[in-house]
């Protein structure tokens, strides 16, 4: 297996714009998760998924952002509009039995809003 | 909610020293207690966990060790390497949530 995948791998845009995040996690994993990382907030939750359903979106800044998972194959973390403090790394992570089961991560999306 | 908090963060250790990073955590109900490391610009990756029922655990030159009364938890790793620089993040998660909270990390570096 390739491991999770994230697209695209680095974004620059300019505030107001709309970013949408890809992800594929590894095929056979129940659990997807979305997180975020900064220097100042560390590594934040975002929300998660089981079967495809998600379960906690607590962890999403605000309603400016929306994930969707269409398929067991398939992620998307969308930011409308985007703005500069949305600047992080994001990251998409695979489980097969939840959070306290190992987490594969993917490579992460690096977001620079403008 | 539950709270981690990760020290030291930074840690500077001479090759085949010893390191130690120490978390503590704030929900006694948390029971899975899992350690990443992050090389720069690269992914987190699991390098070792616990869960409750232990009190200790080892795979080669890393060890964990969990004092639920105390409420924290260590990573240690000997005979260090130059490969082992690196950020750690030690993290906890409830039984049951699907939560995994991360402490802040601790930035190791093993000077040749």
């Known amino acids: 297996d390739a491991g999770v995948i994230q697209s695209p791998r680095h974004e620059v845009t300019e505030m107001g714009q709309e970013v949408t995040l890809r992800c594929k996690p590894i095929?056979?994993?129940?659990?997807l998760f979305w997180y975020r990382q900064t220097m100042m907030r560390g590594l934040e939750l975002l929300i998660y998924f089981n079967n495809n359903v998600p379960i906690d979106d607590s962890g999403m800044p605000e309603d400016r952002f929306s994930a969707k998972m269409p398929n067991a194959s398939f992620s998307t973390l969308k930011i409308q509009p985007s703005e500069p403090r949305d600047s992080a790394v994001y990251f998409c992570?695979?489980?097969?039995?939840?959070?306290?089961?190992?987490?594969?991560f993917g490579p992460g999306t690096r977001l620079l809003v403008l | 909610g539950e709270n981690v908090e990760q020290h030291p963060s930074t840690l500077s250790v001479q090759e085949g020293d010893s390191a130690v990073i120490k978390c503590t955590y704030s929900?006694?109900?948390?029971?899975?207690f899992p350690w990443y490391k992050q090389e720069l610009g690269k992914r987190p990756q699991l390098i070792i966990d616990?869960?409750?029922?232990?009190g200790e655990k080892k795979d080669q030159r890393i060890a964990v060790t969990l004092n639920k009364t105390a409420k924290h938890f260590s990573l240690h790793i000997t005979e260090t390497q130059p490969e082992d620089s690196a950020v750690y993040f030690c993290a906890a998660s409830v039984g049951g949530y699907q939560k995994v909270t991360f402490g802040t990390g601790t930035k190791l570096q093993v000077i040749p």
């Open positions: 992570a695979s489980s097969f039995g939840g959070a306290q089961e190992t987490q594969y």
């Open positions: 929900d006694s109900a948390s029971n899975y």
């Open positions: 616990i869960r409750s029922n232990v």
């Open positions: 095929s056979g994993h129940d659990y």
